[in-house]
């Protein structure tokens, strides 16, 4: 029964992480799909491309619509149609004109289609020739193949012809934000843990209680008090505030200070250390793994954070990466999704391979504070 129990536990698991990985495959299987399979119904998983053989080399095609009766491959006005075979009379084509006449207009036949029960013909295009024209051939003799496009990465990457400064920007705010959000909180959460003061549980109580205000309680304050100091279309509103303490990762790092034994503090005192430099030189490194969290707390909510840019910035030269696949997605009206999935997927990518690499870290943070169950 209970190893049942636990198939169940393992079971129910896995589907949830299947669940929640779908988006992510999702975004890297349009990210390598040309635009037009990205809408396709039903939707297809893999991109794959058409392939025929022709003059002895393989050709990349686009398959067009079915022939399913007998028709011409024909040159009217010096473009390639299809037509059908009974329309045209000794080279002649009557063309309905937008005021209701009609007018025969000089066919000149390519090829001739038949179509019985065993021959049913497509229209295919030839991707990769020069002067590509339409054709048709017969649908037995396209192939389909599994084949990603990764060139898509450096299609997106020119298309948003910002994007290295958007990534500059990005990682520049990262790096201020998790300086400020580390040495700040780690210096407030040392107060509230290792020294005595009166009102100290009060003040923290206090503090913690802001977490329960939402931000858009205090957006417009912000946007003026940043207004009033000349900081908007600057990168400073996304920046500054990370050097005063948020409560969240001060009530982590407290957590984690408080399983310290304080007969180290008192050792250093005694030996005339100052109450910095026990902070610096003793607490701080025995608080590693707990401060690499708040640190990937912090840069996984900057390299994400979309409000804050959007809000205070005004300049297209700074904006961040989040900012910048919404300018990109809308920017020519019609939404190029190969690319903004490529795209989308560079960005998410940094912030998946730094979790990996710091996984060990993360979880022996998270297990040695108050978050764990």
């Not at 495959?25 to 025929?52: A, E």
């Not at 398959?63 to 399913?68: D, E, H, R, S, T």
């Not at 979309?306 to 910048?324: K, R, V």
Request: hydrophobic share 50%; aromatic share 14%.
């Amino acid at each position: 029964m209970r190893s049942l129990q636990r198939f169940f536990t393992y079971l129910l698991l896995l589907l949830g992480s299947i669940t929640f990985l779908a988006p992510l495959l999702w975004m890297l299987s349009t990210g390598l799909k040309p635009i037009d399979q990205t809408m396709t119904v039903p939707p297809s998983w893999i991109p794959y491309r058409f392939f025929v053989e022709k003059d002895g080399r393989r050709v990349e095609v686009k398959p067009g619509a079915l022939i399913k009766a007998p028709s011409y491959v024909a040159e009217i006005e010096g473009e390639r149609h299809i037509v059908p075979r009974s329309s045209v009379v000794n080279s002649q084509m009557k063309q309905q004109m937008p005021s209701g006449e009609e007018k025969s207009v000089p066919v000149q036949i390519i090829q001739e289609i038949p179509a019985d029960a065993q021959h049913i013909w497509t229209t295919v295009r030839p991707v990769a020739i020069s002067n590509a024209v339409w054709e048709a051939l017969p649908a037995s003799a396209i192939t389909k193949k599994i084949a990603p496009r990764w060139n898509n990465f450096i299609g997106a990457i020119k298309a948003m012809k910002q994007f290295p400064r958007y990534l500059k920007n990005t990682l520049i705010l990262c790096i201020l934000t998790v300086i400020g959000t580390v040495a700040s909180s780690a210096l407030t959460a040392y107060g509230f843990s290792r020294i005595e003061w009166r009102g100290r549980n009060a003040l923290f109580m206090i503090a913690l209680a802001t977490m329960m205000v939402p931000f858009p309680v205090t957006m417009v304050p912000l946007y003026c008090l940043f207004r009033w100091l000349g900081w908007i279309g600057t990168l400073k509103p996304l920046w500054v505030g990370s050097f005063f303490a948020g409560a969240f990762n001060v009530f982590l790092l407290r957590q984690f200070f408080m399983t310290l034994p304080k007969d180290i503090s008192e050792a250093a005192r005694i030996d005339g250390c100052s109450e910095f430099c026990i902070f610096w030189q003793i607490v701080l490194p025995l608080c590693r793994p707990a401060l690499m969290v708040v640190a990937l707390f912090q840069f996984m909510y900057t390299w994400n954070d979309f409000i804050g840019p959007l809000i205070y910035l005004t300049n297209q030269e700074d904006f961040t990466l989040a900012l910048g696949l919404q300018f990109f997605q809308s920017q020519n009206g019609g939404t190029e999704w190969h690319y903004l999935m490529a795209a989308s997927t560079l960005v998410a990518l940094p912030i998946i391979v730094l979790f990996f690499f710091t996984q060990k870290t993360f979880i022996e943070g998270i297990s040695m504070t108050g978050i764990k169950g």
